[in-house]
């Protein structure tokens, strides 16, 4: 796992470090991680022309360290301060090491420069960037020479990703000690190019971390053991689709049948029914009747590890009455879509013992939570906490970064997202993916994350199918053909 840590507690475990260790010595271990980084870029340190950007706080102190090191190999390091404020140490040792203030329009210094070090603001930045913060963050982003941010791009909020104004737009971001949540959360993480993490030895102080990002590695789905039989590898219900909205039921099912359930059972009304069966021939169907229904209409269907109820379900009396059937269960239940928008008005059904798992985009969030959408779409990470201590679920935050929550627990953040996925239907085929995954055993928050990591790896693949191709569109009935092979890429 990446491990993030909230911008408070990071500060304690320097704080406790600082307190053992001589005076300057953890700048200087981020200085010496920041100027090697730099180094290993560089096509060769002498010559080079090194422009630091620097605010008055410690970030643009380690800018300085670093452009010391960089300046005693030959490198021709020049300084653009913003504001009256600077590290005066940093400052010192630089130009003892040869670097030098930018002479002149400091626009011309950063576009003639073969490397940028953003020092301007890192863990101690609030809001929006001020002048000249701003225009220096603008005028590195659209230089033509490597960016390297010092901790965070600056303009981005360490501790959750928002950018509220101006920010620099980095090629790599060298952190220190721990990732910061914004480093893992859309927009902030958009601007951080490559992260590199360097030690500086925090580790032992470090409490547990406030967010968290799987690797390949920490994907693991439930495996069949020799003796598995269909039953016991989890079978999985999906109650989808009405007459109105049949595609939905295609896609969701067809996400647990690729998702490594036992058996995929099926019920709905007759049209989408009849759909089901001509995709998806494996699948158990069965109809039920218009309208609304009792708890019994679930015993027709037959017994189920976990449910998936709400794509293309409707929002009427009778999706009303099949959510509060199945969510009366004791079983593990995925709600999505239109069953989420029942949910908003009927929230009393959440107040179950038995896992929930709620899979909205901000817009049902939104109704969910009664936030307004932009708000959940710029302060995600604080809405899906919000959300998952709220409505006592787990909770899945689609987006530019799908976010996981579930009280408690360290976020989740999804490491495999693609713009590509913005395409009708493919929420459908992560339903019935995390319904395959609950049905297997997987508890709700570890179904939901590795739900999400297989759909954008599938997403991923069925775009450019090998690492030379050129990225194409994708439907969702391509991430459902595509998810055996992203199973398969898992090590
Ligand atoms: N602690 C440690 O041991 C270690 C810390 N390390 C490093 O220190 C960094 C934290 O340093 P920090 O606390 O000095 O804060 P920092 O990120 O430089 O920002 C403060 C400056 O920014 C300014 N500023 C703020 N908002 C702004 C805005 N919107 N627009 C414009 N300006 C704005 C603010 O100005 P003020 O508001 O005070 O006028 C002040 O001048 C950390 O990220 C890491 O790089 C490493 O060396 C490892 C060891
Ligand atoms: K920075």
């Known amino acids: 796992m990446r491990y993030a840590h909230e911008v408070g507690k990071v500060r304690a475990a320097e704080r406790a470090l ?4 001589p005076e300057g010595a953890l700048m200087q271990r981020a200085a010496a991680g920041l100027a090697s980084v730099c180094a290993r870029v560089l096509p060769a340190v002498y010559g080079a022309r ?9 970030n643009g102190g380690d800018a300085l360290y670093a452009g010391a090191r960089l300046a005693r190999r030959g490198a021709r390091v020049h300084v653009v301060q913003a504001g009256s404020k600077i590290h005066e140490a940093g400052f010192a040792a630089l130009r003892a090491a040869g670097g030098r203030p930018a002479a002149g329009d400091p626009a011309d210094a950063i576009a003639g420069a073969d490397l940028i070090v953003d020092g301007l603001t890192g863990i101690g930045g609030t809001g929006a960037l001020r002048e000249p913060h701003a225009r220096l963050a603008a005028l590195a982003s659209e ?17 959750t ?35 590199e993490l360097v030690d500086i030895g925090l580790g032992d102080d470090l409490p547990d ?12 789905p439930p495996e069949p053991g020799p003796e598995s039989d269909k039953y016991r590898r989890g079978v999985v219900g999906v109650l989808a689709g009405g007459d109105a909205y049949t595609g939905a039921a295609v896609l969701s099912t067809g996400g647990a049948v690729h998702g490594g359930a036992g ?8 049209h989408p029914v009849e759909l ?13 009747e218009p309208g609304a229904h009792d708890a019994k209409v679930l015993e027709r269907v037959g017994r189920v590890q976990a449910w998936v109820a709400g794509p293309g379900l409707g929002t009427g009396d009778a999706a009303e009455s099949l959510l509060e059937a199945v969510l009366s269960t004791d079983l593990p239940v995925l709600v999505d879509a239109d069953g989420l928008t029942v949910l908003a008005r009927r929230r009393d059904l959440l107040l179950r013992p038995a896992p929930t798992v709620l899979t909205p985009h901000a817009g049902e969030l939104s109704r969910l939570i009664g936030a307004p959408r932009e708000d959940i779409e710029a302060r995600r990470l604080e809405h899906v906490r919000r959300a998952a201590a709220e409505l006592s679920a787990t909770v899945l935050l689609k987006g530019s970064t799908t976010l996981i929550a579930e009280q408690d627990r360290p976020v989740r953040v999804n490491p495999t997202g693609t713009p590509r996925l913005a395409t009708a239907g493919t929420g459908d085929v992560l339903s019935g993916l995390i319904g395959a995954l609950l049905a297997g055993g997987l508890p ?11 759909h954008g790896l599938a997403a991923r693949l069925a775009s450019a199918p090998h690492p030379d191709a050129a990225e194409a569109p994708i439907s969702a009935q391509d991430v459902v053909t595509a998810l055996p092979e992203a199973f398969r890429s898992l090590p």
């Open 143 to 159: 230089a033509p020479g490597l960016v390297i941010a010092c901790d965070v791009p600056s303009g981005v909020d360490a501790g």
């Open 50 to 58: 090194v422009v630091l950007l620097v605010g008055g706080g410690d």
């Open 263 to 270: 058996m995929v059972r099926f019920a709905s009304v007759a």
């Open 444 to 454: 709700a928050l570890d179904a939901a994350a590795a739900g999400a990591y297989l």
């Open 161 to 195: 990703g928002e950018v509220a104004g101006e920010a620099v737009h980095a090629d790599i971001t060298v952190t220190f000690g721990t990732h910061k949540p914004g480093l893992l959360i859309d927009p902030g993480a958009s601007h951080c190019g490559v992260v």
């Open 209 to 220: 971390p406030d967010v968290v990002a799987a690797r390949p590695a920490d994907v693991r």
């Open 18 to 21: 600082m307190a053992r260790l």
């Open 276 to 288: 089901v069966r001509q995709h998806w021939p494996e699948v158990v169907t069965t109809v039920i």
